[in-house]
């Protein structure tokens, strides 16, 4: 039993897939009072954070429409709980869950985001993301990282803290605007008008198609999406 802390873009399909049915697994036992591994540590931590369990369901779920599974199993947490409270440990620090998933993988297909083996390569991944929640912090990360003033674990630990937080509609839009201008070839498409789950989706076409591999290894073109509905972002 394995709910991983870094994005799911690093996940391949079998540990994406395996892992959905973790959540609803642990889910299960946290509000039908199911004995089944009801003392793991995978699910003594989430215990309390069921909003945030839902929360990264909905990433989760994200990324497996952005590989093309469909998913037909919602999960809504109690609407009253407030914002979501994440678990305060890791099992493995973020950084080495890459390690764990780079042996894991020996031999196997990877995820759609190779595995990062220094901070500028998980910055890479990470900006817009980054962006879409805090814009000072996306422009102060980037020259520490340039001139190695951040390791890579603080910086893992970081990044996987910053992306837990859903980001205002202002900063998300600000995010899209800049993944859109460098993935458009339709330059004067008024995209202020369009709903964010459509421009999302044209992106996602647009990287596709133009085989933009900047805007296909990014974390934010999976991850946004539990951000981009009309309802509550973790409605699964």
Known sequence: MRIWDIDPGFLNDKSLL???????????????????????????????????????????????????FNHQS????????????????????????????REK??????????????????????????????????????PRVAHKKISFPDLFSLVVTILRQPPTPGRRFNALAHMWGYATDKPDLDIRALPPLDLLGLIREQTRTQEIGYLDQSTAL???????????????
Request: charged share 20%; glycine share 10%.
């Open 18 to 68: 395996g892992e959905h049915r973790e959540i609803h697994g642990i889910f299960n036992i946290l509000t039908q009072g199911k004995k089944g591994y009801a003392r793991h540590p995978e699910t003594l931590r989430w215990n309390g954070c069921l909003p945030a369990l839902c929360l990264r369901h909905a990433v989760l779920v994200g990324e497996m429409h952005l590989r093309g």
């Open 74 to 101: 919602p999960m809504v947490p109690d609407r009253t709980a407030g914002s979501p409270v994440w678990p305060q440990t890791f099992i493995d620090p973020p950084h080495h869950q890459v390690t764990l998933l």
């Open 222 to 236: 999976g991850e946004l999406e539990a951000f981009c509905r009309d309802e509550e972002p973790w409605n699964g």
């Open 105 to 142: 993988y020996r031999s196997k297909p990877m995820g759609r985001i190779p595995l990062p083996r220094n901070s500028h390569t998980l910055w890479a991944a990470h900006k817009y993301s980054v962006m879409a929640r805090d814009p000072a912090l996306y422009s102060d990360i980037g």
